[in-house]
T-cell receptor, first 108, second 119 residues
Framework: GQNIDQPTEMTATEGAIVQINCTYQTSGFNGLFWYQQHAGEAPTFLSYNVLDGLEEKGRFSSFLSRSKGYSYLLLKELQMKDSASYLCAVTRYSTLTFGKGTMLLVSP | GAVVSQHPSWVICKSGTSVKIECRSLDFQATTMFWYRQFPKQSLMLMATSNEGSKATYEQGVEKDKFLINHASLTLSTLTVTSAHPEDSSFYIC???????????????FGPGTRLTVL
């Protein structure tokens, strides 16, 4: 089976840095995705990690430790538009299993 | 990048009717597409894997006779909710695995979703 845990909600202020953690326990593992989802919209791709380490892409970075079953998404220089749900998803043979998502609220 | 469309974007229907949702890959071919369902404040739950030229694979607990899936071509998959009931009201999203140019062939590109409300 698969079990993916991430915090339900987080709050931060504009311009700050926030780290969203994700832990997983899976029977198989190809890689880990982070998606952003605004209310009422489909998820959009943010990052993909298959090897241990940090992947940086602009204001967003994602880290993976396969041995610890742990990942985090780091958002820098937060903007109001970053208020959304952030979904951690584990992939196995092209099948994605999603965590419940972390609702991030960015305030002025 | 890979673009996936869905139609309709929202639909309201009466209980007992059937609703068809289309998922199209616009600029690439997809032998496999995925159908998800998302209830308010819940995560996406995989319902089934749609396979071009063969039967769909359903996740445990999903009724195959209620949620009919047809992968008619390499760019089109349809989900038909038969005899819809209020508890079927949800956000239905399809996705297709990406191809070269994306970070991974496992990367899935999502359609914009279909909001189904059953009265």
């Amino acid at each position: 089976g698969q079990n993916i845990d991430q915090p339900t909600e987080m709050t931060a202020t504009e311009g700050a840095i926030v780290q969203i953690n994700c832990t997983y326990q899976t029977s198989g593992f190809n890689g880990l995705f982070w998606y952003q989802q605004h209310a009422g919209e489909a998820p959009t791709f943010l990052s993909y990690n298959v090897l241990d380490g940090l992947e940086e892409k602009g204001r967003f970075s994602s880290f993976l430790s396969r041995s610890k079953g742990y990942s985090y998404l780091l958002l820098k220089e937060l903007q109001m538009k970053d208020s959304a749900s952030y979904l951690c998803a584990v992939t196995r043979y092209s099948t994605l299993t999603f965590g419940k998502g972390t609702m991030l609220l960015v305030s002025p | 990048g890979a673009v996936v469309s869905q139609h309709p974007s929202w639909v309201i229907c009466k209980s007992g009717t059937s609703v068809k949702i289309e998922c199209r890959s616009l600029d690439f071919q997809a032998t496999t597409m995925f159908w998800y369902r998302q209830f308010p404040k819940q995560s996406l739950m995989l319902m089934a894997t749609s396979n071009e030229g063969s039967k769909a694979t359903y996740e445990q607990g999903v009724e195959k006779d209620k949620f009919l899936i047809n992968h008619a071509s390499l760019t089109l998959s349809t989900l038909t909710v038969t005899s819809a009931h209020p508890e079927d009201s949800s956000f239905y999203i399809c996705s297709a695995p990406g191809l070269a140019g994306g970070p991974s062939t496992d990367t899935q590109y999502f359609g914009p979703g279909t909001r189904l409300t059953v009265l």
